[in-house]
């Protein structure tokens, strides 16, 4: 049975308000890594093959996995993140209402940056709803056709939307599906007869353990 293992990336720089600085883990997002790692083989998880983006966010979280054991590690670029700095400031041009400073209002900012975007409302951006749902999907599927196990290590906004399709999420509960998507956490889809089906949501074993409640971060 085709089994697709996708992880969030640790966390990353998030004093950062550009896409270039945001772009690399945290001192936490390197141990959040690691712990997922020894997880992983503590609980005897197998894969058969490896994936991850080709930011840097993602390698490194691969990197500190240990996730090139399992398999070589193919990086491919089609599982990047939506550029969310670039998509607000397309926003804000558009609608006038800047990238939230507060964790909070993102709540209500994402769901309407959304819209616009999918909507076709935003100029200068480095890439169409469209052109991110087409990418990410066609890379779903290629991994899907190879493998029987996979562990893709990738970003929220990937998780996502896969969840917006097999669950067939209107564009308030995607945004809100991905601002609830933690760091480290996993997420597997089954493909049950010709389609992927979600099985595990979120999941954060590896920092339920007592000393690590503070590592569980959306942000």
């Not at 990336?9 to 896409?19: I, L, M, P, R, V």
Request: proline content about 3%; aromatic content about 8%; overall charge negative.
């Amino acid at each position: 049975m085709t089994e697709i293992t996708l992880v969030r990336h640790g966390q990353a720089n998030s004093n950062s308000t550009d896409e270039h600085g945001y772009d690399k883990l945290s001192p936490l997002g390197h141990e959040q890594a690691a712990w997922l790692g020894t997880h992983l083989r503590d609980t005897n998880r197998a894969f058969d093959s490896v994936y991850c983006g080709t930011l840097r966010r993602h390698i490194e979280t691969a990197s500190g996995m240990q996730a090139a054991d399992y398999a070589p590690v193919t990086q491919d670029a089609r599982l990047n993140e939506l550029a969310y700095f670039d998509l607000s400031n397309a926003f804000e041009a558009y609608s006038g209402q800047p990238i939230p400073t507060q964790q909070a209002d993102f709540v209500a900012h994402m769901p309407r940056l959304f819209e616009a975007w999918m909507d076709g409302h935003l100029q200068n951006i480095p890439e169409s709803f469209a052109s991110f749902e087409d990418r990410v999907s066609q890379a779903i599927e290629d991994i899907s056709a190879r493998s029987d196990r996979a562990l893709v290590i990738t970003s929220g906004g990937v998780i996502g939307l896969m969840t917006r399709q097999v669950l067939s999420l209107d564009t308030d509960n995607y945004a809100r599906t991905c601002l609830s998507i933690m760091n480290s956490s996993t997420h597997r889809f089954t493909k049950i007869g010709p389609k992927l089906s979600l099985s595990q949501f979120n999941n954060i074993s590896h920092l339920e353990q007592i000393g690590r409640h503070h590592a569980q971060t959306h942000i």
